[in-house]
């Protein structure tokens, strides 16, 4: 994340939903979304108490968040 802001596609681990959130970058280089996450919670009936693995891939397109359900 070069940027200290800019989008960010989140993707169910079996492809099925994506959504593109926004982030923003602090100064401590640590960031925060700020949009579209809610929307992915809800459209991929995320469950609170449910365990899930959350891995980022960095393309040619740049960062990429993957949810998976375990």
Known sequence: ???DH????I??????TTVTAR????VDKRATITK???DFFRWTHMNEG???AFGFKCTSKGLH???YSI
Do not use: N
């Not at 993707?11 to 099925?16: A, I, P, Q």
């Open 65 to 67: 968040l993957i949810v």
């Open 36 to 38: 579209g996450w809610s």
């Open 23 to 26: 982030f923003i970058k602090g």
């Open 11 to 16: 993707t169910t681990g079996d492809g099925r």
């Open 1 to 3: 994340m070069d940027a």
């Open 50 to 52: 449910q365990a899930y």
């Open 6 to 9: 800019g989008e960010l596609p």
